[in-house]
């Protein structure tokens, strides 16, 4: 049995490249892109506990209950955090954050969000391999088919209709060129290997990074020109 000491397990990921019209239920990506506008998408779904390392679950709770998130809860599994990251690679980069499926403005009542998320984030990252628990049981379940793009089910989709363009989508072009079961354990195991996590959480921590970078600098300069005038 797989035994958990870190806070979290069950770690998958996945990149791409997308358009807004193409990201289901993100209606509200309009306020920070074009219909002409891709974005890089980068999605980490973790499975958060409590333990005696840490309380993530009750402290992601904790922040999003006094957040602005319209639902903090995972539509698959309530022990769950979802978390899309969008960016463009225009001069000025918009991004866009998407928490369980509800968007997260960078807002000073969010905070805590973002420290939660920050954090999160950079412990993942620094986990080393052979403590990212990713259980059998999990991998072949319901839940997984269903958490990387929430009640979307992506044994159904790649098991039926696996294509070379649903390969490189999601950067994926060397898993199995077979459609049926094969297919969807092949792109399972590589969501959830430790390389495609590392990889992923490390451009995340980036971006978010960034995001919050010029949220404090333009904080800063909007309290120099309240102060002027």
Known sequence: MDINFTGFKNIGSIACSVNDF???GKKDLKTVSSPNNF???????????????????TEFYK????SSLESYLNPVNKQFIHILLLKNNIEKPARGIFINDSKLDLTD???????????LLRRISQT???????????????DCANALIP????KDIIANTLTQKIRS????????????EKAYADFINKAHSYDTVHNNTKAMCNILQDTMVDYFNLSKYNFIDRKLN
């Open 22 to 24: 193409i990201i289901a």
């Open 39 to 57: 974005f890089d998408a980068k999605i980490l779904n973790v499975h958060l506990t409590d333990d005696f390392n840490g309380k993530d679950l």
């Open 63 to 66: 922040g999003a209950q006094k």
């Open 109 to 119: 009542e969010n905070l805590s969000v973002f420290s939660f998320l920050g954090k």
């Open 128 to 142: 080393p391999e052979e403590k990212l628990v990713v259980n059998k049981d999990y991998l072949e379940g319901e």
């Open 151 to 154: 009640n979307i089910d992506l």
């Open 169 to 180: 989508l999601f950067s994926f072009e060397n898993i199995s060129k077979d459609t049926g």
